[in-house]
């Protein structure tokens, strides 16, 4: 992928400032992005955009198409006629650094479910025209989706493996009937959808005029309780009862002698190749309209993955099968065009894999905070990476930088000098301006890093089922005067819009 210099921030919408106990897509957004226009910045990376389930993780999404209804602003849905003012008075204050998915799930979903009747009461013609556009263009998945969630709420919020037997098979009269019987609740889920992607287009839409690119967010597997595997169950690996019969996760390593098995359940490549990989490339092109440049996570099974039983407590006794490599990577390439695509290849990482990566342009990832400690070969090092790369300080599951040195041996930090030249003296923007100043082509600063926060701020945490997820900005830290000290060494290492 071909790009000039750029330089970017990472931050989360769930982490923006404001009302309702979580970040959204209202005024805060659209001032972070003018933060980003002050400090020189053109990109603005965000995690998945999908509902989120089990542990709120944005990872565990109730659909790979959807967008998260507790990002929708209810300031916006007041502009647009649906609530009134007065209806969304108790949606704060609460605590600015803290996203609180318990709140802000019951308080939108209510108020959701009210803009809904409203609308479908009182929304006015052009609106109620764009919604049914909407619903039409987007029934590929829509419709599937909000039938999903109101069967999901119906049956007291069980998995879809838990559902009478018919509608969990999908048969053409259970489908009939609970379509019928649930036609409220499906509306207000089509609503939701339709009033997520209507403020999202616009803050992308905004962020795009003044220069900035929006950097997205694929997973590589998806969720079990997910309308995709309902809706798409011979595309996986389930048994009769529709259970996995094998799992994802990564084998044992330096720092998990038992490895990680997340549970995801896994493809049968087979089967997606004989449709011409049509659900990826629906799946693309639809992240693609919402994004400007999108991030595989865990790249690296394309190429390989790490199959582990479903039986199995841990990853311990999986093993490496093939992954669908080029094959692919080309079909999409022959649907969509070049696709802007960054590989997320951290970790336990074979040269068939950086081949693959090389072998179709997509940039990898450096982060600093792996960088030292070891010899002056160590590939993260900004000496040794090449152009077509993302240089980072940290990511989303690292510690933030302040978090890192804090942990740092003695012989650690005095590496990190020794390479910086001096002391050092402010860690966390020391190694802003160390990775502005590499010859990679973009470079992302998570938010943190920039308002030089501790590990208080920690995003996640891997293999932590709860605690995570939930940092929030706090309101008036975007500052002018650090967006004047970013887009200095922005401006000085070329980088600057």
Known sequence: METKRASGILLHPTSLPGPGGIGSLGEEAYRFVDFLADAGQSIWQILPLGPTGYGDSPYSAYSAFAGNPLLVSLAGLVADGDLDAEDIVSAGPDDPTRADYGHATQLKDNLLRKAAQNFQARGRQERRAAFHEFCRHQGFWLDDYALFRALRAHFGHTPWSEWPDAIRRREDEALSHWRDELAESIFHHRYAQFAFFHQWFELKRYANEKGIRVFGDLPIFIAYDSVDVWANRRLFF????????????????????????????????????????????????????????????????????????????????????????????????????????????????????????????????????????????????????????????????????????????????????????????????????????????????????VLGLGNEARMNLPGQGKGNWDWRMAPGAATKELAERLGHITYIYGRRT
């Open 238 to 449: 389930l048994d009769e009862q529709d259970l996995p019969t094998v799992v994802a996760g990564v084998p044992p390593d330096y720092f998990s002698a038992t490895g990680q098995r997340w549970g995801n359940p896994l493809y049968r490549w087979d089967r997606m190749a004989a449709q011409g990989y049509s659900w990826w490339i629906a799946r693309f092109r639809w992240n693609l309209t919402q994004t400007d440049l999108v991030r595989i996570d865990h790249f690296r099974g394309f190429e390989a993955y790490w199959e582990i039983p479903a039986d199995e407590e841990t990853a311990v006794n999986g093993h490496w099968v093939d992954g669908p490599r080029d094959e692919i990577f080309q079909a999409l390439h022959d649907a969509l065009g070049q696709i802007p695509i960054i590989a997320e290849d951290l970790g336990l990482i074979t040269q068939e894999v950086e081949a693959l990566r090389d072998r179709f342009g997509f940039p990898g990832m450096k982060v600093l905070q792996f960088a030292f400690g070891e010899e002056p070969e160590n590939p993260y090092l900004p000496h040794n990476i090449s152009r077509n790369s993302v240089m980072y300080t940290g990511t989303h599951d690292n510690d933030t930088t302040l978090g890192w040195w804090n942990t740092q041996t003695k012989k650690d930090k005095e590496a990190v000098r020794q390479y910086l030249g001096h002391s050092a003296r402010d860690i966390p923007w020391d190694l802003i301006r160390l990775a502005e100043a590499s010859v990679a082509d973009l470079c992302i600063i998570p938010m943190q890093d």
